[in-house]
């Protein structure tokens, strides 16, 4: 993490930074998150990013009335320049501070909003996955909300490097595949690319969103022996980019040229305006 936060549009060192012990982001998990991408300190899919923070919002009820698009770009921005970065990776986060009904403290706030960056992770060039034991609800009423109730995920990747793997496939209750871990999951199969459909209880990554609007990619529903059956496969998501997927357990990928073909895009239609 860098020198400074941001918690509700004031810098802090991040050791400084607190909140209620009692609110339902602490107990519960309640709570919202976006991890985006900074170019030349640019913000990458700064609009895709902010959309899905508010639909996430409304759907487990978290209250933003305190907040807008414009007052959270400017604290970014402002931590961005506080911490003196031009590429790194920056998290949003909104946790919820009210009391619930089954632990009824009164509570000053009704939601606060953090703001972190970080250098980009260190990751492998190319990445070895396993299947996770661990299995996606595809019916869970968080499916398709990137909740702070993230347990589930880091336990799942903890299992995976555990085992000597980079990642790891998470399949439905069904058996159908939905994505890596951390990151939305592609596959090229005869020249085609595809992606789970969201129905599987996949995230709808905004680089995953930002490929569908500019490649030919079609939405699939398959199951872990018609994956080990693709050409090509790759990873996405803002905190590692465009990563290519080497080795599933003991089946051998193809090195897609895709990697080059995504990174040019990002060059060609964010990076430089």
Not at 46 to 57: F, I, Q, V
Not at 92 to 114: P, Q, V
Not at 203 to 208: D, E, W, Y
Not at 233 to 261: C, P, W
Request: hydrophobic fraction near 40%; aromatic fraction near 10%; charged fraction near 25%.
């Amino acid at each position: 993490m860098h020198k400074f936060a941001s918690l509700n549009h004031k810098i802090f060192a991040p050791e400084q930074v607190n909140l209620s012990a009692i609110s339902s982001a602490t107990l519960y998990g309640r709570g919202i998150f976006t991890t985006l991408a900074v170019y030349e300190g640019k913000l990458f899919l700064w609009e895709k990013h902010w959309r899905r923070l508010t639909e996430n919002a409304q759907k487990i009820n978290i209250d933003l009335s305190e907040f807008d698009e414009n007052s959270v770009k400017t604290s970014l921005l402002t931590l961005i320049q506080a911490n003196k970065i031009e590429t790194a990776r920056a998290r949003i986060t909104f946790f919820d501070e009210s009391s619930s009904a089954i632990w009824n403290f009164k509570t000053n706030r009704k939601t606060s909003l953090l703001i972190t960056t970080a250098d980009f992770k260190k990751t492998a060039e190319n990445y070895s996955l396993t299947v996770s034991p661990f299995r996606v609800n595809s019916k869970s009423p968080l499916v398709n909300v990137k909740s702070c109730n993230y347990l589930d995920n880091i336990l799942a990747l903890e299992d995976a490097k555990r085992k000597g793997f980079d990642e790891a496939v998470r399949l439905n209750e069904k058996g159908e595949i939905v994505s890596a871990i951390m990151a939305n999951l592609f596959w090229i199969k005869d020249e085609k690319i595809y992606t789970s459909a969201l129905e599987t209880g996949c995230l709808a990554g905004t680089t995953r969103e930002f490929l569908m609007e500019n490649e030919i990619i079609e939405e699939k529903t398959i199951d872990w022996e018609n994956l080990l059956n693709a050409d090509e496969i790759f990873l996405t998501s803002a905190g590692i980019g465009v990563k290519n997927v080497a080795k599933i357990d003991e089946g051998v990928f193809k090195i897609s040229t895709f990697q080059q073909i995504i990174m040019k895009l990002f060059s060609e239609k964010y990076l430089f305006f």
